[in-house]
Each structure stands twice: as structure tokens, then as C-alpha cells.
């Protein structure tokens, strides 16, 4: 179930835009927000949002607030080395997803869990 | 995404069917509150980036499937217990980039099934002791960039599922003892960008989990010796602190570790002891501890790629420190006293090398033999007098071998035929003009004397080399045909200034495509090495 990417609107006119351009979308972002860069075909526009996209985590710093891409087999982590749900055919266990369960679980495609 | 007219959608909602269930967009609508006329089969909700300050009691009640639901960027100064009731099954709640100054405490929420808990970039500065009583069940807790001075110690107890955990960006000072005790769970723990200037010996106890523990941007005193207890810690941060020593035995607890960022630390002693038995440690840098005299003792540290250790007080190296790690791939030394090197031998995976600023004297036939994935030897800023002619030979991979600033009056060019770079600069003993058949691949180098150059064609580049090759009289007529050669303004009356123009583009590309060499000679610095040595 792909998410529309919420908090989040595109060019000049968004919300959490503190300098932006009609072309390149928001160049900087209103204090607290991540800041991620979007493709859209050839183009990246920035964008400004309270959480990143699906198979992005934030990372906040005094200077900047940043979207950085989870690992490939994650839909979605906490940080780079941890994940909170993972990619079909992956299964959760203590954030990390593998596509085989350890000892005493069991695979569920439900959750896409070990449990 | 549908219009807003289908029927079980609030406007100005944006609303997607998922089979029976319903996902409800409302983001950046300007809304002021939660709209009413919610199906019960919402799953999913999305309210950020509104103008709601205030959530009304049951708003939510009848929404006992929603799984999801985002409320961040609001202006929500507190959510009552009441307010979330009903939410029997939600997962995941975002309330990030709010004004929440404080969390219910007498009536906390009832979300069992909550998994994620968003609650960073808002103004809390205490989290209540019963907050959090009521989402046992949460493994993922968000509390970066609020107001926190303290660690929310008796609140953290009510979740012994929790496994990822932030409180960076907040005002805490000190971790007491017993801290996260209930967390057995925990596996990432960031504390980054608080003001943390002391922890307790035991703080850390009960993290039978962590894996990942984030201490960097602080005002730690003190080595952590607390870290003692978390023998599953795989990446340990504490760069940017204010930490000037790291004890003997530092990470006995830890031999899980892969990866310890400690730069920016003003770190002058380092116990010898300190990196062992680090079996899966694969990078080590320390710069700048000048009370290091003794090389680190890394036995059981075997697994080390990248070894740093600069700006130290370092004289000498062990024997068998390629024995200690013989998967080396980085080894960087540069700014000690070393004076004389080991074999490097058994370092056989080694590709490069720094030894610059030191006080090395000799290379001997064994110092870097067998080194046959070596890429970059950098032994600039040395004494080296002398070099074994076979010190190079074996070093097929070698592209860039920096020898500026030493005292060579010869180098060995045997096993060099690969070199890409060569830095000679600074060898005022060193007289020897190189045939480039020594280098056919030579694309920079950096010799003592601008003459040196002038067998890579710099002095005369307008003219084919064979013709100047075979001239071998030196009167004055061969004088003006080298001024000529070199400038073509000075040409005779069949001079035609196209064809020398075209000529002058060819050379020049040929030029720049083979051999920059520099010092480059030119008017005052000609390819002849005057009275027999060079003195204009």
C-alpha cells in the first residue's frame, strides 16, 4: 500500500518552504522540517516535509534536517542499519530484514514478520 | 486517489479505496480541526501540515481499524488521553513538528497495538513517569530535537518492546545509573547533540540488545567506561566530545564492534591496550595524540582494513605487525618520528601506504615486498638516502610513488614501469634525467630540475623528435634551430603563420595528452644544464 507522501506539497507554493524557486521547488525548508530532494524525470525538486518519503528515515542536526535512503531490502527504518518494515519477500526481526526467520519463528507475509 | 465526492469521504478529503477499507487524505488542507463523518473503515489518516490545535474528545472513537495516523505539522500544544480513544489497533502515530509542551500523565493514551511513536520536534521537557502506560507494545520511539534536560528514566520503563530509541537534540547533561534498564530490547540508541558532560558507571546496564549506541556531538569528559556492558555493540559514535584519553582494555566488553568514531576529540593518551581483541573492527583512525610513543598493541584485532595513525609520538613499528593484521588495506603514518620500517611483508593486501613526515633513512630490499596489490606509496618529507635497487621491483600494481623533499642522489626505477605519478621535487642530489621508456604510462611528474623535464619533449615541442634526436653538433647554427624550434616567431622568410598555427595546436594536444613534467623549462631555465650544473 503505497502512501501518498503526506506533509508535503510541490513547487513554490508549499507550506514548509523557507526559499524556493518556481523551477528547483524549495532551496531551503522552515526550521524542523526535512529537507528531500524528489525526482521527478530529469528534474529534482526540492521539497519539505515533515517526514521523509517511504524508504527514506530523517536525520536531525542542529544545521540541517536530511532524508537519507534506507537500505533495499526495507520499505521503511529508523536509520540506516535498522528497519521498521521491510521490502515483499523480506522478513522483520530486531530491524533487520532477512528473507529467512532465526530459530523459534516463523515467517508471516501478513506482517512480513518474524513471529 | 479519488475526488472528494465519493460518499465516505469528509470534505475537502482526498479519499482511495483499499478493498473494503478507505485511506483519507487531508494534508494541507488548512484544516482547523479533525473533520467529522470518519467511516469506520478508515485504515489510514493522514492530517499533517493543518492548522489543528486542538483535537476533540473521541474524535476518533469510532476508528477502531485505522492502523495509521498522521497528525505532524499542527499546532497541537496537548492531546488528552480521551482525545485518541478507540485506536484499538493503530501502529503507527506521528505527531512530530508540533507544540506539544507536555504528555498526559494521570489518563495516558490506550494504544496497545502502537508500534511507532512519533514524537520529536516538539517542546516537551520532561516526559511524565505514566506516559507511556498505556503502549506497552511500542518498538520504535521518536523524542528528538524537544526540551529534555534528563533522561525520561521511570517513563522508559513502561516499554520492554522498545528496540529504537532517539533523544538527540535535546538539553540532557548527565545519564544516572540504571537508565535504561527495562530495555532489554533496545538495539539503536541515539543521544547525539545533547549536552551530556557525565555518565554513571552503570547507566547502560539492562541493554542486553544494543547494537548502536550515538554519542557524538556532547561534552563527555570521560571515556564511557559504561560501555562496558553492551556486549552486542556493533557501531559506537562519541566524535565531538571532549574526551583527551582512552583507557587500557577501553572495549573489553565489546567484541562485537565494527566500527568506533572518536575524531574531534582532543585525545592525548591511548592505553596500548585499547584496541584488542576487536575481532571484527575494520576501521581505526587516530590523529593527533601526541603522548602515543608506542605503536597499539592490536592482538585479536584481525579484521583491520584501515589503520590511521597520524600526528602521534611514534619512533618505531613492531616487527610482526603485519602478522597482527594481515588484511591491511589502508595504512597511514604520516607526521610521526618513524626512523626505521619493518617488513611489510605479510600485509600482502595492502594498496597504499602514507609515511610522509617522518624520519626514515633507508629502503631495504624486504620493506615492501611482495606488496603486489600497493597502488600509492607516499615517502615524501623523509632523510632516505638510500634505496635498495630491488626495493620496488615486485610492486606491480604501483601507480603513484611520492619521494619529494629527501635526500636521493639515485632511485631504482625496476618494478616502477606502471607509475602513473612520480614526485621527485626536493632531491637537490638528484641529477639523473629518467628515459620515459622507464614510464610508459607517465602522466605527472615531478622532478628536482627543469632539464629533467626536457626528455618528455617540454623544451622542444614544435619539432619532431627524431630530427632533434640525431643533430648531434652543438654550434651555433644548432642554437638557432633549437631558438626556432622554440619559437616559431623568430622562423625564417617561408614562415607561414596557419601552418604553424595548426602545428602549434598538435604539439601542444600531444603535449598535454602525454607527460605534464614540472618544473617546466622555459626561458630562464633551458633544457641545457649550464656549466655543468645548473646555477640560472
Not at chain 2, 638516502?385 to 639515485?410: C, G, Q, V, Y
Not at chain 2, 605519478?421 to 627543469?450: C, Q, W
Request: hydrophobic share 35%; with cysteine; proline share 6%.
Amino acid at each position: 500500500r503505497q502512501h501518498k507522501i503526506s506533509g508535503v506539497s510541490s513547487g513554490c507554493q508549499q507550506g514548509g518552504c523557507l526559499t524556493c524557486s518556481d523551477y528547483n521547488g524549495c532551496l531551503s525548508c522552515r526550521p524542523r522540517l526535512f529537507m528531500h530532494l524528489e525526482r521527478i524525470g530529469m528534474k529534482q525538486i526540492g521539497v519539505c516535509m515533515t517526514s521523509c518519503p517511504p524508504g527514506f528515515y530523517g536525520t536531525r542536526s542542529p544545521e540541517r534536517n536530511t532524508c537519507t535512503k534506507c537500505r533495499s531490502e526495507c520499505d521503511s527504518c529508523f536509520n540506516r542499519h535498522f528497519c521498521t518494515r521491510c521490502r515483499a519477500g523480506f522478513y522483520l526481526h530486531l530491524g533487520k530484514c532477512q528473507e529467512n526467520c532465526p530459530e523459534g519463528h516463523v515467517r508471516s507475509d501478513a506482517q512480513r514478520e518474524c513471529v | 486517489r479519488q475526488g472528494p465526492a465519493a460518499p465516505l469521504c469528509p470534505s475537502p478529503c482526498q479519499c482511495e479505496e483499499d478493498g473494503i477499507f478507505v485511506m483519507v487524505d487531508c494534508s494541507e488542507m488548512g484544516l482547523s480541526s479533525v473533520p467529522t463523518g470518519l467511516s469506520p473503515l478508515t485504515t489510514y489518516l493522514d492530517l499533517s501540515m493543518n492548522n489543528i490545535s486542538e483535537i476533540q474528545p473521541r474524535a476518533f472513537h469510532r476508528l477502531h481499524l485505522l492502523s495509521e495516523l498522521r497528525i505532524s505539522g499542527n499546532q497541537l500544544r496537548y492531546i488528552s488521553g480521551q482525545a485518541l480513544q478507540g485506536l484499538h489497533n493503530l501502529k503507527v502515530l506521528m505527531l512530530q513538528n508540533n507544540q506539544l509542551e507536555r504528555l498526559p500523565d494521570d489518563a495516558p493514551w490506550d494504544l496497545p497495538n502502537l508500534l511507532s511513536l512519533r514524537l520529536d520536534a516538539n517542546l516537551l521537557s520532561k516526559v511524565p513517569a505514566e506516559a507511556f502506560r498505556g503502549v506497552r507494545s511500542l518498538r520504535h520511539l521518536w523524542l528528538d530535537d524537544n526540551s529534555l534536560t534528563e533522561i525520561p528514566v521511570m517513563a522508559l520503563d513502561s516499554l520492554p518492546s522498545l528496540q529504537a530509541m532517539t533523544l538527540a537534540l535535546n538539553q540532557i547533561t548527565h545519564i544516572p545509573d540504571y537508565a535504561f534498564t527495562n530495555l532489554s530490547a533496545l538495539v539503536v540508541l541515539h543521544l547525539h547533540n545533547n549536552h551530556i558532560k557525565s555518565m554513571d558507571s552503570k547507566c547502560f546496564e539492562g541493554l542486553l540488545s544494543l547494537e548502536t549506541l550515538d554519542l557524538n556531538y556532547n561534552d563527555l569528559q570521560e571515556f564511557p567506561v559504561a560501555i562496558r556492558t553492551l556486549s552486542k555493540l556493533q557501531e559506537l559514535g562519541f566524535h565531538n566530545n571532549n574526551i583527551k584519553a582512552i583507557p587500557e582494555r577501553a572495549f573489553v566488553g565489546n567484541p562485537q564492534l565494527q566500527t568506533i568514531h572518536f575524531y574531534e576529540n582532543p585525545i592525548q593518551f591511548v592505553g596500548k591496550s585499547a584496541f584488542q581483541f576487536l575481532p571484527k573492527l575494520h576501521t581505526l583512525s587516530l590523529n593527533g595524540a601526541t603522548q602515543i610513543q608506542e605503536f597499539p598493541d592490536l592482538k585479536g584485532t584481525t579484521s583491520l582494513e584501515i589503520l590511521t595513525l597520524t600526528r602521534a609520538g611514534l619512533s618505531a613499528l613492531p616487527l610482526d605487525l603485519c602478522e597482527q593484521l594481515p588484511r591491511l588495506r589502508v595504512l597511514e603514518l604520516s607526521y610521526n618520528q618513524i626512523e626505521d620500517l619493518p617488513s611489510f611483508y605479510h600485509c600482502s593486501a595492502l594498496q597504499e601506504i602514507g609515511l610522509q613526515h617522518n624520519q626514515i633513512r633507508r629502503i631495504e630490499s624486504s620493506t615492501f615486498q611482495q606488496l603486489s596489490s600497493l597502488r600509492s606509496l607516499d615517502l615524501s618529507w623523509n632523510m632516505i638516502e638510500w634505496i635498495h635497487p630491488d626495493a620496488f621491483s615486485l610492486l606491480h600494481s604501483l601507480i603513484k610513488l611520492d619521494l619529494t623533499e629527501n635526500r636521493l642522489s639515485s632511485v631504482p626505477v625496476a618494478g616502477l614501469g606502471g607509475l602513473t605519478h612520480l614526485k621527485l621535487r626536493g632531491n637537490t642530489e638528484l641529477y639523473e634525467a629518467f628515459s620515459p621508456d622507464h614510464f610508459p604510462h607517465m602522466r605527472v611528474i615531478e622532478m628536482p630540475y627543469a632539464y629533467q623535464c626536457c626528455v618528455y619533449g617540454s623544451c622542444d615541442s614544435y619539432k619532431p623528435a627524431s630530427q632533434w634526436d640525431t643533430e648531434q653538433s652543438s654550434t651555433n647554427e644548432d642554437l638557432h634551430k633549437r631558438t626556432v624550434a622554440m619559437y616559431p616567431i623568430h622562423a625564417d622568410t617561408h614562415y607561414d603563420p596557419d601552418l604553424e598555427e595548426f602545428q602549434l595546436e598538435i604539439e601542444e594536444s600531444k603535449l598535454q595528452a602525454s607527460v605534464q613534467c614540472t618544473p617546466t623549462p622555459g626561458p630562464f631555465r633551458p633544457c641545457e644544464s649550464l656549466l655543468g650544473s645548473w646555477l640560472v
